[in-house]
């Protein structure tokens, strides 16, 4: 994907922000809490991270990405990311999330457990909406795209800088 360098620059600076920044913790806490309450079944199978094996796609704003992109120890560069989508997974899964303490919201709600009583649709609708309405608030383009391609675009921009 084709990001254009300067709206990169924006929700880099809007990551920054307070507002953001605020947001995303609140949002961070409030989706810990429930996966509390629902105690979903994780035995780190790895089928949240292996996308096309497992028929998942992990959907994500330009901002979100901007705010994991911003605190990323190492960032993986276009090709690292290719090769990722080439073989159905996640750049940052190694023998499990290698950026757990700063990985995007849609990470920290999606389990393969069973959910018949919706919570994680709901939870995830209810964090999008507020992700969304961070957007207008900060005055941000919004962008709303497969979360590969948006790191492609991010890492093509560093590239290019
Ligand atoms: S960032 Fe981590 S948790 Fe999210 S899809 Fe990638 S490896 Fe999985």
Known sequence: MVIDAAVIAR????????DAQATIARLQDEIATEVRRQRPLCVSSGKCCGFEAHGHRLYLTGLETAWTWARLERRPSVREVEAAMAGGSCPFLASGCSIHGVRPPGCRIYFCDRDPAGWQSALAERCHHEIRSLHERLDVPYRYAEWRSLLAGFAAGETAS
């Open 11 to 18: 929700w880099c600076d809007a990551a920054a922000s307070i």
